[in-house]
Nanobody
Framework: VQLQASGGGLVQAGGSLRLSCTAS????????MGWFRQAPGKERLFVAA????????NYAESVKGRFTISRDNAKNTVYLQMNSLKPEDTAVYFC???????????????WGQGTLVTVSS
């Protein structure tokens, strides 16, 4: 499966962005999806995940209450709505896919290219 992320950009602190990730597969409903981020000079970290049906979501503590992951299986797309953005949210955001019908934790095997989010103070 190929993943294409988009929606990054420059936003002021307190603002919002919505990231999208579209998968090129006919079996999108068999994949759990996730978002990760990597700040400059730091390791890639988990942000959020959603199961194959959208009935179960998981978040990193640092984004709980501010970010929302969702999916539209008819459009083969997963979203990350980011609200109340902070400068420390600045990173390259990656989407990922895991071929599984089980719930979290996931083992993501497929990765998209990143999209840069920059939050200015």
């Amino acid at each position: 499966v190929q993943l294409q992320a988009s929606g990054g950009g420059l936003v002021q602190a307190g603002g919002s962005l919505r990231l999208s990730c579209t998968a090129s597969t006919r079996t999108f409903t068999r994949y759990a999806m996730g978002w990760f981020r990597q700040a400059p000079g730091k390791e890639r970290l988990f942000v959020a995940a959603i199961n194959f049906s959208g009935s179960s979501t998981n978040y990193a503590e640092s984004v709980k209450g501010r970010f929302t992951i969702s999916r539209d299986n008819a459009k083969n797309t997963v979203y990350l709505q980011m609200n109340s953005l902070k400068p420390e949210d600045t990173a390259v955001y990656f989407c990922a896919a895991d071929l599984t019908l089980y719930d979290y934790p996931y083992d993501f095997d497929y990765w998209g290219q990143g999209t840069l989010v920059t939050v200015s103070s």
